[in-house]
């Protein structure tokens, strides 16, 4: 394939990615009950439905010794009932429903952000050169997908593993890439940098946009032009105390999933919950928010612990329903149960 | 930076409203009070945890960027006139560019890559052919470049890959400890190593314009 069809289809990957996600936020949607739903809420919404699930069915995998062939059979299956449910469930509110009005603001800014968002994409996907693979996350793709199993084979010497440590076991979050690249084709190289990296600036750029709608009262284009200062801060700032020296440096990672698109999540559902302190579906959400984290990176697990507790313990007290303290253990449960369990564990045996 | 977000921060809990508190400040106090506070940390169990290297990771919990952002516009919008709030956005935006560290300067040389999985293309070509020449499905292979060892990793899964040239391999007695390695790949200028590889029995059967592969003579 030339560099123009591979990239193409790279592109096409990515679309679909962000389709799977649309439609998987109908299963737990922010939108309470007769509230319009907003697309870029729903795709990051699908989003954590979507790690959360790969990660419980990868943990099952592992436990059962599945083939990766299997598990692509079994993650597939169970995410296209999935995603049928959601379109029954949402139908057809999932597409009219959902608000994709300019409200107010010229096109002439809309086509001026969509360039900054698509020049900060082609930055990501085209341009940046090889920054390495420290995780070694790709070549753990690589090696699942040569010996068709799910972390079985240690990259590089080929070993079996019969052991793993306890981040290594949770932090599972590319086996949907993996997952990806075995129904498609695709190397895991080009989806990871290529496709998961455009796709993390993409719902990063959704969280932050919705995040100022919501705070500037619904206004698109003061959301707008929030979104453009965001994202040219972004770009032009570039710190390891930022999640944007991550994202635009290995924006394939976990980490940087978890720094611009998680963490803005939580402050875009607590805002959701300010708005609405009885919209159950984002506090469902926010719940399984922390198996998302810890699916990320461990060390999300650890910062989801004090992040969570900081951003609802506000909203407590401004909405007065101390009812939403119960989200902080609800959702620190999962990250907390990772921590003790490394604490106390060496190694996971998984063969 | 970090200093003008804080200030932006206090800027966006002053002027602007309920949601602007919850979301950015009020979060960011209650994170100053534990995580950043030097008295509470000893007793949190992140040194356990052997996660003392990645304590600035916890900084990602403040979002400085949306803050500062939404802290300027709370300013701009309060000005009745547009020009105002216009000139002011576009001010800040300016002033983040001139005053950033862009991540497009601190690539000397920025290039279009050459392949869709974005690969170094002499290793693209070193695995290539090395696939291609392998009588074995599995070929262990030595390179001297730690960057290649770790984009062979990723790249092909079938190359296993050594660590002979590395410090590991070679123990520090400066000689090199092979373990049935049926591919070496080195630098073109690399003739200590390439002597070494001579006496153990290595000879050099291909090479691209940076790397050569030697095998062994049986």
Known sequence: MTLVSQASYAVLTAACELLVYFIMGGVVPFAARGEQKSFAETVCAGYIVTTVLVEILCLIGIRQGLSLTLFSYLAATVLCIFMASSIVLNFPSVFRGTSAASGGIRFSFLLFLAFLLASGCAFLAAVLPSSGDPGMTIARMTSDLYSDTIGLRAPGSGRTVTAVAVPDFFSKYYMFDTLVCKITGLHPMTEMKVVRAAVTSILSSMAAYRIFFRIFDRSVPKAACGLMLALTAGLFFRTPYTPSGMLYSQGWTGQAAFASVLLPVLILTVLVLLDNPGNGRAAALLIISGTAAVSLTFIGAVIWLFAVAACVLPVCAASKKPVLLLLIPASAIIPAAVIIMDLNLNLIPVA | ?218
């Open chain 2, 1 to 218: 930076m970090m200093y003008a977000g804080a200030v932006l921060l206090i800027l966006a809990a002053v002027f602007g409203g309920r949601k602007m508190r919850c979301a950015f400040f009020w979060p960011f106090i209650l994170l100053a009070l534990t995580v950043f506070n030097p008295y509470v940390f000893p007793i949190l169990f992140i040194e356990q945890q052997g996660l003392v290297a990645q304590y600035y990771s916890f900084l990602w919990a403040v979002p400085v960027l949306l803050a500062a952002s939404a802290g300027v516009l709370a300013v701009a919008f309060r000005f009745k006139k547009r020009w105002i709030s216009a000139a002011i956005i576009i001010a800040s935006a300016a002033a983040a560019i001139f005053f950033g560290t862009p991540e497009v300067s601190s690539y000397v040389d920025i290039m279009l890559p050459v392949n869709a999985m974005k690969a170094d293309a002499e290793l693209v070509t070193l695995c290539g052919y090395i696939m291609d020449h392998s009588l074995s499905e599995s070929p262990l292979v030595a390179f001297e470049r730690a960057d290649f060892a770790e984009e062979a990793m990723a790249y092909d899964a079938a190359i296993r890959i050594s660590g002979l040239l590395t410090e590991e391999g070679g123990e520090g007695d400066g000689g090199l400890h092979f373990q049935g390695e049926d591919y070496v790949v080195i630098g073109m200028g690399s003739k200590e190593t390439e002597e070494l590889l001579k006496e153990a029995g290595y000879h050099s059967i291909a090479h691209t314009p940076d790397s050569r592969i030697f095998v062994p003579e049986s």
